[in-house]
């Protein structure tokens, strides 16, 4: 079993930035491939960006490459959403999650065991 607690969003402005941290608990979380999703209201949870167990590969939705980065630090157990440039359909709820057998990266919801409660980003005009 792993806890994922995400932590981080808030209010920011156009073309401003936010990181958002997810700290996961449990056996062998370092070992997991992690992701990031959002959801903004009345529309489906889509992927943002994934990293596998060891940080080597990433991968991200085209709507924000070269904008935000995803990382890891398995010495805490944390994974990293670094978000820049940010655009007002940049709003929504910000979820990260996380997989058993974390050597590729994966971007569909049903490919995850794992989920956090989410954290609100809120990007203003």
């Known amino acids: 079993q792993v806890q994922l607690v995400e932590s981080g969003g808030g209010l920011v402005q156009v073309g401003g930035s936010l990181r958002l941290s997810c700290a996961a608990s449990?056996?062998?979380?370092?070992?997991?491939?992690m992701g990031w999703f959002r959801q903004a209201p009345g529309k489906e949870r889509e992927f943002v960006a994934a990293v596998s167990w060891s940080g080597g590969r990433t991968l991200y939705a085209d709507s924000v490459k070269g904008r935000f980065t995803m990382s890891r630090e398995n010495a805490k157990n944390t994974v990293y959403l670094q978000m820049n440039s940010l655009k007002p359909e940049d709003t929504a709820v910000y979820y990260c999650?996380?997989?058993?057998?974390?050597?590729?990266?994966?971007?569909?919801?049903?490919?995850?065991?794992?989920w956090g409660q989410g954290t609100q980003v809120t990007v203003s005009s």
């Open positions: 449990g056996r062998n979380s370092s070992s997991y491939g």
């Open positions: 999650a996380a997989r058993s057998g974390g050597w590729y990266v994966y971007s569909r919801p049903y490919e995850y065991n794992y």
